[in-house]
Every structure is written in C-alpha cells, then in structure tokens.
C-alpha cells in the first residue's frame, strides 16, 4: 500500500510538472492559469496546492526538473572531452548556450528571477560552484592551471556564467549576444592556464 501511494504521489507530482513547464513556456508564468493547468493535467487545484503549495511552488519544481536536465546535458559534454580542461571550457560554453533555448531562456533566466528572486541564491547555483571548484581543483593537481584559489575562482566563473547567461536571456537578439559571451569567456579563462595556449570552443 505504502509503495502504491508512492507511486501515485509521484505520477501525480509529474502530471503537474509536466502540464505547468508546457504552460509557463508557451505563455509564461503570470499568464498561465492554474485553473486551466490543472484541469489540463485531469487533477484539482487542491491537489497543485497539496504538493506544490501553489504557483509559485509549481514553478520552483519546473525550474528544479530543467536545472537537472542542463547539468545532465553538461556532463555528457564532460564525459565526452578529449582532456579535463577541454571538458571545464566546453562545460562553461554549453551552460552560455543554453540560454538561447526558448524554455530555459522564458522560464528558468527571465520568470525565475521575477519570481523566485536573485539566482545566485537559488540551491542549483550552489551546485554549479562546487562542481566548478572540483574541476578547478584537478586542472591545479594536473599543472593545467596556475595555482588560484579555487573556491573563489569558482565563485567568479560561476557569477560571470550566471550573468552572461540573464544578459543572453533578456538581450533584443540573444544569439548574437551568446557568440559574444562565448568569445569574451574564452579570453577570460585562458588567463587561467600555465602556458599560452588559448582555451578551445
């Protein structure tokens, strides 16, 4: 029985992720109705507020559920590197890119901060700078990289990468403003390297 409740808890749970990330994509979080949503996903509003505890609960899980497909998608580019510091520059690329992505761009860089406040506080982020910090780390043990701090290094590639990202995001032709950041990153981090090589995109 416990197991069963689960499992319907959980379909339940997806139902209304499922139905609010397709809403809050197409027309975004303040003129998505919840009524309409939650009738779309054959549930109540009861139900959205019992396990989201409204809207804005709902959108926190939508926003949780992308952040873990991106680092997903960024570890497949980590795997797939020829070298590690190969993998830390395309890693920071791809998450740039990203943000020219029509549901990551609306609905996690543009209604997420409206709502949810300044994302750098958000628990992804803390991630993102931890994961950052081990890569740094290993360029260091591997004489890649010159000897930096590696928390602090982590904190201000992760904050540019943020910053790049809400810039992309809310920029007239967001595409033109990524190729940007891209070049302007690939500058940056080469400052990091021990010899002269420039970094790869």
Request: overall charge negative; glycine content about 8%.
């Amino acid at each position: 029985m416990a197991q069963k409740r689960a499992e319907m808890i959980e379909e339940t749970r997806a139902k209304l992720i499922s139905a609010a990330r397709a809403a809050f994509a197409t027309v975004g979080y303040a003129d998505s109705s919840m009524d309409e949503l939650t009738a779309q996903a054959g549930l109540t509003r009861g139900a959205l507020n019992h396990h989201f505890g409204g809207k804005k609960g709902l959108l926190e899980a939508v926003i949780a559920q992308i952040d873990a497909e991106i680092s997903g998608r960024l570890a497949v580019i980590v795997e797939e590197a020829e070298s590690t510091w190969d993998g830390f520059v395309q890693e920071c690329i791809g998450y740039i890119k990203m943000a020219v992505e029509p549901e990551v761009q609306r609905i996690v860089l543009l209604d997420g901060p409206a709502v949810l406040g300044d994302p750098s506080q958000w628990p992804s982020q803390n991630v993102c700078i931890v994961n950052t910090r081990r890569s740094l780390q290993k360029l260091i043990e591997e004489a890649v990289i010159r000897p930096v701090d590696s928390l602090a290094t982590a904190r201000l590639i992760s904050g540019a990468l943020l910053g790049a990202s809400l810039w992309i995001a809310s920029a007239d032709d967001p595409r033109a403003a990524s190729e940007k950041a891209v070049q302007g990153f690939l500058v940056l981090v080469a400052g990091l390297r021990r010899d002269t090589s420039p970094a790869q995109s």
